[in-house]
């Protein structure tokens, strides 16, 4: 009979095991035991290639935390057997990476390659990122960085030249629930759980796996009862913050949302996307700011008042603060969406400024130049100027461009809200100026 107090090494394991994190314990042993990524991985996606063809580059993996990123790298080093070294940018400094790459180098003359992971690659400063190149290209590593950042806005273009950019993606609810099935198999019992509460449990994770496997390993210490409900497993668990950056790429992707939906006349979608800023924690300032700059760039003279109902709901915001205040910018984002749309100003301004640059220092003619002195009108300047109130319809015809240059058209205005009105003056204008000739 086994002495209790002596266990034998099977429960030794099993013990060590079971005090392993879920999310270690079910770390992939292959690259087809991974759940989601098939854009990456599939048979004719661009790693499933690269492997078959025992031709594998650098890369350079961009996507949210808990996709897959580092599980992926140490199994692309077991496949082509190179030695997986792990160094992450928050922590190592250039006295460290030059110790890395002399190690890889003795590796190398010994017949052996090193594939170096780097996580939070974005992270290193651009000297650091060019100390990688020597080593990339005599073939001393395989660099696999990984970033939550864009790589096209965060590390050097000789970097990138360098590197596969392969983009990693958040699970779906698909994915999530075959991780929590093979969770499920690991712990060798289902979590208590009802059908909508084990799909809110998914939507907690909000597409992070390590995210799911930490909360699973939460919900299955629990000692309950049946299944709970949504509002049980709510009230163990705190919602899952959403992922966002005010400084990161998640900013200027959810404001571009933002500004796209109200582009697009969809007053839900740009609600959403307003209250998914704020959620997150955005500044209702920059929102304010960026609200009135819609105002101007998309709407323009189409509904002139679209603009003064911006700056007054801004206004209204820092009177009342948060939460009522952001009410106003909720009604100003709603009114933008639903507003008659122009860029015609916004054209106009551009292809003005084009010309100026192109013209550089045309002076204006000189008929429309003011003769403060005799000299000036000995020049000629104001000579022939026609002072239109005294004309007919308020409208002398006269060219205010430079007498060298051809007279520009840069402002169209469309056929809706306003600036209707505006284009049938505009008409008028020209019909009056080919007349006066």
Not at 93 to 98: E, R, S
């Amino acid at each position: 009979m086994p002495d209790l107090f002596d266990p034998s090494p099977e429960t030794e394991n099993h013990h060590a095991s079971a005090h392993r994190p879920l999310a270690d314990r079910l770390r992939p042993k292959s690259l087809s035991e991974v759940i989601g990524q098939e854009q990456v991985l599939g048979d004719d996606a661009p790693l499933g290639v690269m492997l078959r063809s025992g031709s594998l580059s650098s890369l350079i993996f961009w996507g949210p935390p808990g996709v897959g990123k580092t599980t992926i790298a140490r199994l692309l080093a077991d496949e082509t057997d190179l030695h997986f070294v792990q160094i992450s940018a928050i922590f190592t400094g250039v006295p460290d990476l030059k110790k890395v790459f002399e190690a890889a180098s003795l590796r190398r003359q010994t017949g052996q390659g090193t594939l170096l992971f780097v996580d939070e690659i974005h992270r290193f400063n651009k000297a650091q990122q060019d100390s990688f190149l020597p080593h990339m290209e005599d073939g001393t590593i395989l660099l696999v960085g990984a970033t939550t950042e864009n790589p096209s806005f965060e590390l050097n273009a000789a970097v990138l030249s360098r590197s596969q950019v392969l983009v990693l993606e958040r699970l779906s609810l698909a994915d999530l629930e075959r991780l929590a099935q093979r969770a499920e198999k690991e712990l060798g019992r289902a979590l208590p759980l009802d059908g909508p509460a084990r799909e809110a449990l998914l939507e907690m994770a909000d597409g992070d796996g390590r995210a799911l496997l930490n909360l699973i390993e939460q919900v299955a210490a629990w000692k309950v009862d049946g299944k709970l409900t949504v509002d049980a497993l709510s009230k163990r668990l705190m919602k899952r913050a959403a992922k966002y950056d005010k400084s990161g790429d998640e900013h200027y992707n959810l404001i571009s949302a933002l500004h796209k939906s109200v582009r697009g006349s969809d007053p839900d979608a740009a609600l959403y996307w307003f209250a998914r800023m704020l959620e997150g924690g955005e500044d209702p300032r920059y929102l304010a700011r960026r609200i009135v700059r819609m105002a101007v760039e998309d709407i323009g003279l189409a509904d002139p008042q679209a603009q003064h109902l911006c700056l007054q709901a801004w206004e209204t915001y820092e009177r009342l603060g948060s939460p009522e205040g952001e009410l106003a910018l909720a009604q100003a984002v709603t009114y933008l969406a639903l507003a008659p749309k122009s860029n015609a100003v916004y054209t106009a301004y551009k292809a003005a400024r084009a010309a100026a640059r192109k013209t550089g220092s045309e002076p204006p003619p000189k008929h429309i130049l003011n003769a403060p002195t005799q000299m000036m009108k000995d020049q000629g300047y104001g000579d022939g100027y026609a002072y239109d109130h005294d004309a007919e319809d308020a409208f002398s015809g006269q060219n205010y461009f430079p007498e060298t240059m051809r007279r520009g058209a840069y402002y169209l205005p469309v056929e809706r809200g306003f600036e209707r009105e505006l284009k049938k003056r505009l008409d008028y204008f020209e019909k009056l100026r080919a007349k006066r000739g």
